[in-house]
């Protein structure tokens, strides 16, 4: 399906991110329906993985999403998540506890 050419339905966009395919997603930015938090943040974990230069920026979206959606969001929420995305590149294991730990706090299944 080429890009213009309408929404692509969320289960494909679903399954492109289980399969970790960020290519997919990068050729079809502009067809994709609303992507959840919790599917912004496994992007961001694709980015990390197979576009490091570019993992920077996708954190600070997702983390500039997190404190708008994110109801009752606090100061140490925003640092915590902050803190958590960048450990994560070098400290993976206790970075994605500590975003879990966020996620779960404020109902976002991961």
């Known amino acids: 399906m080429p890009s213009g ?3 692509i339905p969320y289960p494909r966009v679903r399954a492109a991110i289980e399969k970790g ?8 930015a502009r ?13 961001c974990l694709m980015y990390r993985d197979q576009d490091s230069e570019r993992y920077d920026a996708a ?10 959606e994110v109801k009752d969001v ?3 929420d925003i640092e915590s998540a902050a803190a958590a995305l960048d450990a994560l590149p070098e ?3 206790g970075a994605m506890e500590q975003l879990s730990a966020l996620c ?6 991961l």
């Open 5 to 7: 050419s309408g929404v």
């Open 21 to 28: 395919d960020l290519g997919f997603l990068l050729t079809h």
């Open 31 to 43: 067809d994709l329906p609303p992507i959840g938090l919790a599917d912004a943040l496994r992007i």
């Open 59 to 68: 954190a600070i979206r997702w983390l500039m999403r997190f404190v708008a």
């Open 74 to 76: 606090s100061l140490e």
């Open 91 to 93: 400290h993976p294991n």
């Open 104 to 109: 779960v706090r404020h109902g976002l299944a």
